[in-house]
């Protein structure tokens, strides 16, 4: 779950919080980092993670670090399962009906927009250009 007093999101399975201040370093030193699928640097290091349950709902994550190696943000997205989601399973009206379920998700977990906090700011999006719905939660690092 995410806590809204700190921006902490907790995973079932992994004992690392996902939170405001996290290094890279320091997930690359959690277990957390052998469910990393895929990871790119350009100027930002990315890590694509494989499924992971919060609470009884699966969520691919790709976690975000700055050129200062802290966390800056975190994409979650919704999948069926702990299977990998491909693009063959792709449709406009199933990325945009994934953009509901992840507002609902919210909802019953945070409650009613907008979710602007001391520690940054969680949103809810439909790209049309990428053709994905995600989760945004966006630390501040000032």
Known sequence: MIDV?????ALDRNSLIIR???????F???SLIDE??????????????????????FFVIVLYFNPQDILDFANLSLTDSERVPSWNDW???RAKEKKEKHDE??????????????????????????????????????
């Open 91 to 93: 449709s406009e009206s």
């Open 105 to 142: 998700w919210l909802l019953r977990n945070i409650g009613k927009p907008p979710y602007k906090f001391p520690w940054g700011e969680i949103s809810s999006n439909y790209d049309p250009r990428s053709g994905s719905s995600i989760i945004t939660i966006k630390y501040n690092n000032t």
């Open 5 to 9: 007093v700190n921006g902490g999101l």
């Open 20 to 26: 405001k201040g996290l290094t890279k370093n320091e």
């Open 36 to 57: 990393v699928l895929n990871h790119q640097s350009y100027g930002f290091t990315s890590y694509y993670i494989r499924p992971q349950l919060i609470g009884n709902t």
């Open 28 to 30: 690359e030193k959690s």
